[in-house]
């Protein structure tokens, strides 16, 4: 990076502000890497706007959009760059607009509630390992046919999706309602879902310390959806797609891109818009005007009515995912 004329730790630092995978376990760290996962950039931005208060620190898409920014001026500079350097730059930014457009996938999927009448969120985590980053795939939906219930009444629901070594791929399905929990966990591979299922009292016991109630514990061989991770996305673009007016492009990426999805986009017009740009600027993050996302990117549902007790769930079962990790090559 230094080579290329941009400040070399912009990227290591947001590297190393990543969560370890054992981190999540702890429910604070796992509510704090959604809330700095990028999803919520633009509705935090409408909401300074709206009442005031401040940006918290962090968030991932807002580093992206300024890391790209420079990558971009460096490129439209031209100045003693050498070909190999420039190759470098334009990889760098077709990294980084794929990074964004993920974002903005995840933003666009979670924007209405779905035909069966659900609020989501998609989130997809990245968190450290020896190895580099790895990725938690999240979708969390609440019927909204129980909103008017207690919330002792609500019912919630969450996918989870993962690839740990040496566990391979794992998948599990929460259902939560109030303290009452159930947890379905599937396993790619047979060896890995004998010892879950070795271990389910353990995590029983993990989550009745959590002051949960156990309603349905278990773990079954083979994955949900031959699509792996992407089994969230694909099925949430697909409801979402007429509503949204882009058209999809391949990308060169591992996902659909969307046009305009490479940088953050204003909300708003006239006095709202200026004030979005405002604060935005202050902030340092690079805004641009796109008429077709800006009404759904700044109403994404900031997820404040999720409860505390599903984070506790979520936590548990990765804490117990990361245990079984270090017992698995001494398994028989």
């Known amino acids: 990076m230094a080579q290329l004329g941009l400040r070399s730790d912009a990227l290591e630092q947001l590297k190393r502000s990543l969560n370890r995978f054992e981190g999540l376990s702890n429910p604070g760290a796992l509510q704090k890497a959604l809330q700095q996962s990028g ?3 633009e509705s935090q931005l409408r909401q300074l706007v709206l009442s005031g208060g401040y940006l918290p620190e962090g968030d991932i898409k807002a580093e992206l959009l300024r890391i790209l920014d420079r990558v971009n001026r460096k490129i439209g500079a031209k100045s003693g760059d050498t070909e190999e350097e420039l190759d470098a730059l334009f990889l760098l930014k077709e990294r980084l607009e794929s990074g964004l457009a993920g974002i903005t996938l995840q933003q666009v999927a979670s924007f209405k509630r779905n035909e ?14 020896d ?3 790895e990725t938690l795939t999240i979708l969390i939906e609440r019927d909204n046919a129980s909103l008017d219930e207690h919330e002792d009444r609500q019912d919630w629901k969450v996918l989870l999706s993962l690839e740990l070594k040496p566990l391979g791929e794992m998948q599990a399905e929460l259902f939560l309602r109030g303290k009452r929990i159930s947890v379905v966990i599937y396993s790619e591979q047979e060896k890995t879902a004998q010892l879950v299922n070795s271990q389910l009292d ?5 989550l009745e310390s959590r002051g949960l109630e156990v309603s349905v514990l278990r773990c079954q061989s083979g994955i949900r959806d031959v699509k792996k991770k992407k089994v969230f996305i694909d ?22 891109f969307w ?16 004030k979005i740009s405002e604060i935005a600027e202050r902030y340092e993050i690079p805004l641009i005007q796109d008429a077709s996302l800006t009404s759904l990117l700044s109403t994404v549902p900031l997820g404040d009515e999720i409860p505390e007790n599903l984070y506790l769930a979520v936590a548990e079962v990765l804490a117990h995912v990361y245990r079984i990790s270090g017992m698995i090559d001494s398994y028989e």
């Open 39 to 41: 999803f919520f950039l």
């Open 116 to 129: 069966g009448g659900h609020q989501g969120w998609f989130f997809e985590i990245p968190y450290r390992t």
């Open 131 to 133: 190895d580099g980053v």
């Open 202 to 206: 353990a995590l029983k016991l993990g």
């Open 235 to 256: 099925v949430w673009m697909k409801r979402h797609e007429q509503q949204v007016g882009n058209k999809k492009t391949a990308s060169s990426g591992t996902s659909l």
């Open 259 to 274: 046009c305009g999805c490479s940088a953050s986009h204003c909300q708003g017009e006239g006095a709202t818009a200026e």
